[in-house]
């Protein structure tokens, strides 16, 4: 029943997409669009809850008469499909309740209405899919619907390079999919995944599938260095298309990774797990060097998503290396804690590009450099803001701590491993998420502070107001789930048991049964957390600290100014600027890692012209890889040009050496 419920669903969202195209310029129409979006995305919410947490008995199939004759649409929901199934369909609900009233602003809804619920239909087909069809088919749906929605506000030059961007990466990730799949099917050609789980592969074909899956997904998911499209297309998205795009989308190509490698592949080799490890290891520290670079917001948590990722690709990597030498205890903490932080970070990232998209709203700005001040003119965005980026900066007792602990927690498994060499990456891929930890902090310490605090650095900021309410209930929503996620972290630990189970053939021991809500990953005498615990320390402390003040203090009336670094003048342009804020860290870095230059311009004295700091900083990956390969491109289909302009003699002289050459190529082959 289940897995009818959700195909309906599917067929829902299909349905309210044609209908938003034949409404047209209808008064109220977003409004009745996103409402239904809601709607469905709730159904799909609670069915996949109840096939996550009840289901104990066969796993639900359905067979549609669509997509290739011998096969049709297959559909399958297992654990791992109804726990990536709730990420989807509770961003969804967040996005679509947040849009209700951010969409109330959109200039030509007709191009975002459509995409936005074909969007959600096409990442829950995907995630459904159970044979290579469905899955491919379904995988460009979402990314072309994705496309849509990037360049919908075309009339930006810059919004029609991002989708320029994202519609290549997209077709490569399609494109090593495809391969993966045809290396998976194999002669026999069996598309179906139960086929291919039957099936098994000989080597070397499992690593070149690794690799493809790799390219694949993690292109769409964003790892380095495939990770070029996500601060072009984030920014140039609506904002709550962007929540879906970084804390959703990501997701569903975290899912398909995990499908391939885990499910679909078989037993790994150790050496595979070194691949993702220090591709993480290096997507996490690269990701969050490069937000602390960011002025735009919305272009800093693109960076940050990238991290993130990296994050989830070190505890998946972990999960691979325990899983090959049978380390089963220490493979379902690696997999429970990337778990964990895939549904974290689909949490906290959508609740922050929320915020973000409210900013943008009332002010109208996306540079930092002109917000300030904000808390006072918008106190509940810059609180749930606020609580956004506690999460994210991995601070207790949010839920972005609990699952960053848990892959420290698999980090420290490490000894157990046999292998010299990953005795020697696994501590260096741990070095450097704990760097990227920190920065993390000082980052979202630059984003708030810069942002919320201070003065208004200029008239759209100091003429904000708040947003609407059923904004504010979107972000309202994310951060209850970040603050219940983080203090009562053993019941979704608990709820990820039988997605691990089905990975990997065991899961961690119950949490929530432990006394006073404690979690122990291992065993007690190496670590537990409690954030129930630290969550009463934390509001007890605050609480008597506040109370003690304003029982004992003087009630005298003091007015002075506030600090500011020397300079007393009240001129907003005194403070703290974003560039400012990341010097030290550019300076540290800057020089290796974005190669980072630094014009100073000095007025000679008695002049009134005011000094000049021009920054450059370079993307060395697009620098080094994406613009020599566009280069060879363009003169390769410059010197192909010509082809165009050829005699009819010679197009047929061109096919028969063309026909020759396959068929003898076949002959070789066989």
């Known amino acids: 029943m289940a897995i009818e419920i959700l195909a309906s669903c599917v067929a829902a969202l299909l349905l309210v997409a044609a209908l938003a195209v034949a409404a047209g310029h ?85 191009r975002v209405l459509p995409f936005f619920a074909a969007f959600l239909a096409g990442m829950n087909v995907v995630v459904l899919a159970d044979d290579a069809f469905s899955f491919l088919f379904s995988w460009e749906f979402m990314s072309l619907s994705s496309w849509a929605l990037v360049v919908s506000h075309h009339e930006q030059r810059a919004n029609l390079r991002a989708g320029y961007v994202y519609l290549l990466m997209a077709s490569f990730g399609t494109l090593a999919l495809l391969l993966a799949f045809g290396l998976l099917a194999g002669g026999a050609g069996h598309y179906d995944f139960a086929a291919i789980r039957s099936a098994g592969l000989a080597a070397p074909l499992p690593a070149l599938v690794l690799v493809l899956a790799l390219l694949g997904a993690g292109s769409k998911a964003g790892i380095v260095p495939l990770h070029a499209w996500l601060p072009l297309a984030h920014p140039a998205a609506p904002s709550h298309v962007s929540a879906l795009m970084s804390g959703v989308m990501t997701k569903v190509a975290i899912y398909g990774f995990i499908r391939i490698v885990f499910d679909l592949v078989g037993q790994p080799s150790w050496w595979s797990s070194t691949i993702v490890l220090v591709l993480g290891g290096i997507t996490a520290a690269m990701g969050v060097l490069y937000a602390l670079m960011q002025h735009e917001l919305k272009r800093l948590l693109a960076y940050h998503t990238v991290e993130n990722i990296g994050i989830i690709f070190i505890g998946l990597g972990l999960a691979l290396a325990f899983q090959a030498y049978r380390q089963q205890l220490a493979a379902a903490l690696a997999m429970t804690a990337a778990l964990l932080h895939v549904f974290n970070h689909s949490l906290f990232k959508s609740l922050l590009f929320f915020g973000a998209g409210a900013v943008l709203r009332a002010t109208g700005e996306r540079d930092m450099e002109r917000f300030g001040g904000l808390i006072h003119r918008m106190p509940i965005t810059s609180l749930l803001f606020l609580v956004g980026c506690a999460a994210i900066s991995a601070l207790p007792p949010l839920n972005g701590f609990v699952s960053e602990w848990l892959t420290f927690q698999a980090v420290l498994q490490s000894p157990q491993l046999p292998h010299w060499g990953l005795k020697v990456i696994v501590p260096a891929v741990g070095t450097l998420l704990a760097l990227s930890a920190a920065l993390a902090g000082a980052c979202f310490v630059k984003a708030y502070g810069i942002s919320f605090l201070g003065r208004p650095r200029g008239p759209a900021a100091a003429q904000a107001r708040e947003v609407d309410r059923c904004s504010l209930a979107g972000m309202l929503l994310l951060a209850l789930c970040c603050v219940l996620a983080g203090i009562l972290p053993g019941y979704f630990m608990d709820a990820l048991a039988p997605a691990v189970s089905g990975l990997l053939g065991s899961s961690l021991a119950a949490q929530a049964k432990l006394p006073w809500l404690t979690v122990v990953p291992i065993d007690a005498g190496r670590s537990s957390y409690n954030g129930m615990l630290v969550f009463l320390f934390i509001a007890a402390s605050a609480s008597l600290g506040a109370y003690l003040l304003h029982r004992f203090a003087s009630q005298a009336v003091r007015r002075a100014p506030a600090w500011d670094c020397g300079f007393p003048d009240a001129d907003p342009a005194t403070q703290y600027t974003a560039g400012s804020f990341a010097q030290p860290i550019r300076r540290v870095f800057g020089s290796t890692v974005f190669q980072a230059r630094e014009q100073v311009q000095m007025p000679p004295p008695g002049t009134l012209a005011p000094a000049v700091l021009r920054v450059q900083i370079r993307d060395l990956v697009w620098d080094f890889a994406y613009a020599p390969l566009a280069a060879t491109i363009n003169r390769i289909t410059g010197a192909l040009n010509g082809l165009q302009f050829l005699t009819i003699r010679r197009y047929l002289s061109l096919v028969f050496v063309a026909l020759v050459t396959l068929l003898l190529v076949l002959t070789i082959w066989h």
């Open 26 to 110: 209808r008064p109220r129409v977003s409004g009745v669009v996103y409402a239904a979006c809601l709607l469905v995305c709730s159904v799909a919410l609670i069915t996949a809850l109840g096939g996550l947490l009840g289901g104990t008995g066969a796993t639900p199939t359905l067979q549609l008469p669509l997509g290739l004759p011998w096969i049709g649409v297959r559909l399958r929901l297992d654990a791992l499909a109804a726990f990536f199934l709730v990420i989807v369909n509770l961003g969804g609900a967040a996005a679509s309740l947040y849009a209700i009233g951010y969409g109330m602003d959109e200039a030509n809804p007709r």
